[in-house]
T-cell receptor, first 112, second 115 residues
């Protein structure tokens, strides 16, 4: 079993839809949780970061962490065509602080 | 402009040749990383360096080598011993975030094709 699982998609939604992207993980030592966005042929960029269970909101984006279920989500409200990208969840464990573990990424297309 | 530069963007090599990928950062970050990205597999860590003149193997270091002689530079050599070198290679550096954890800044990547 991989440490971090993520549905690869592709996910296709109409403009304005609410998008839910999800990751599950197996290592209970994961303490920091991040979402990166990667446009085609570009490097990933940090979108959201959190280290506690619950919700964190930033504009149209909400990151949700449920440590008891080992499950994290990213919600995108009022999705736009410019949100079309691959979304990677990433985690850092307190036992191996120098490494970031990335999920495989979910490809999202927002159709105008 | 602060950031990470990788060159070249596309690189073509014949099998059996070593090739070096460049990575430079002017963000004054201590830590730098090399990842490989293949379709459906996400990012896999090749090597990382927390400080000049020191580096550690990541999860898939076999067939690769690095050096860290300067804070700004972390070149990656893909040797002929790497069995499947064709991939998208990403360099990153990191800064510490509030509350712990850290953000990785990525370069634009180098797409290496070996035939």
């Amino acid at each position: 079993q991989k440490e971090v699982e993520q549905d690869p998609g592709p996910l296709s939604v109409p403009e304005g839809a609410i998008v839910s992207l999800n990751c599950t993980y197996s290592n209970s030592a994961f303490q920091y949780f991040m979402w990166y966005r990667q446009y085609s042929r570009k490097g990933p960029e940090l979108l959201m970061y959190t280290y506690s269970s619950g919700n964190k909101e930033d504009g149209r984006f909400t990151a949700q962490v449920d440590k008891s279920s080992k499950y994290i989500s990213l919600f995108i409200r009022d999705s736009q065509p410019s949100d079309s990208a691959t979304y990677l969840c990433a985690m850092i464990a307190r036992t191996s602080y120098d490494k970031v573990i990335f999920g495989p990424g979910t490809s999202l297309s927002v159709i105008p | 402009d602060g950031g990470i530069t990788q060159s070249p963007k596309y690189l073509f090599r014949k099998e059996g040749q070593n090739v070096t990928l460049s990575c430079e950062q002017n963000l004054n970050h201590d830590a730098m990383y090399w990842y490989r990205q293949d379709p459906g597999q996400g990012l896999r860590l090749i090597y990382y360096s927390q400080i000049v003149n020191d580096f550690q193997k990541g999860d898939i270091a076999e067939g690769y080598s690095v050096s860290r002689e300067k804070k700004e530079s972390f070149p990656l050599t893909v040797t002929s011993a790497q069995k499947n070198p064709t991939a998208f290679y990403l360099c990153a550096s990191s800064r510490v975030l509030g509350g712990g954890g850290y953000e990785q800044y990525f370069g634009p990547g180098t797409r290496l094709t070996v035939t």
